[in-house]
């Protein structure tokens, strides 16, 4: 018989990971802390848990799909938290964005309730997680990862086991390093060119009419065109990785300086009241910081 999996974390990845899971036949327990956001998943037929101790009680898979290391602390380690419900069946998954030192530091806090973890985080943002094709970047036993591939490949369209635990996250650092830095250099070339007179249309058009054009740019062209940014990965969190890259980039001694610079940028964007919407309103904040003529 298939395990109950159990999701914590109804966000704008996790439901649609968890919703896709329940598609696919898996008998799903979901849980988040406004549990007014569990009223899809249990209309599509998931079960929901008052708490992260209930959910893991019934479930031998869970997944968490949540904010960062605080949301992690507090439904693992806080009141009525997981790992009190855990035990050697149990192989827990954590799918948020953190850093690989803390990757590795929560293994070690796991060991001894006996669990099994593994550390995915996706590569791909709102839409990828509704279309099940993210790209998964795990990071344990082979073993374990084998025994979560089939879930993996319902969310995603790839999984990369990228080494022991803390690899996924290592990965992920690597990846959204390069997002923020694209994300950043295409505001600046628009911020540059409407400054100097080009208006928005005719830049995109360069942009994405040659060598330079890709997948991202061209996601975030419509928002960027009419300068409104519903939040498909919400600028906060780009804010939240690149500190732990620039955290990671200390620990491993890499030289990365233009990263110093793209996170102080995202960090003055959120500052600025752009924290809920989507990351490529990095543009809005470079407006405002723009000269007054
Ligand atoms: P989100 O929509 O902001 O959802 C965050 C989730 O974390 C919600 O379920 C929230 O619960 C929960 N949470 C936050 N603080 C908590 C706490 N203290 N205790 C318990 N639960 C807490 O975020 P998201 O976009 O789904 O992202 C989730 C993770 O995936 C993040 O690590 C993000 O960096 C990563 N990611 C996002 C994207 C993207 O494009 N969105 C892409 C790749 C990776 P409430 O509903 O109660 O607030």
Known sequence: MQQEVGFMGMGIMGGAMAANLVRAGYSVTVYNRSRDKCGELEEMGARVADSPAQMARECGTVIAMLTGPQALEE???????????????????????VSPAFSRELAGRLQSSGCRFVDAPVSGSKKPAEEGSLVILAGGESTDVEALRPLFEVMGKKVVHCGPVGQGSMMKMAVNLLLGTMMEGLAEMLNLGRQGGLDTDSLLEVVTSGPLN???????????????????FPLKHMSKDLKFVLDTAYEEGASLPTAHAVSQTYATARNLGHGDQDFAAVLSALQRLNAKH
């Open 75 to 97: 439904v693992l380690f806080g009141r009525e938290g997981a790992v009190a419900e855990f035990g050697e069946n149990t192989l827990f998954t954590n799918m948020s964005s």
């Open 214 to 232: 890709c997948g991202l740019f061209q996601i975030k062209e419509s928002m960027l065109r009419e300068e409104e940014y519903p939040a498909q």
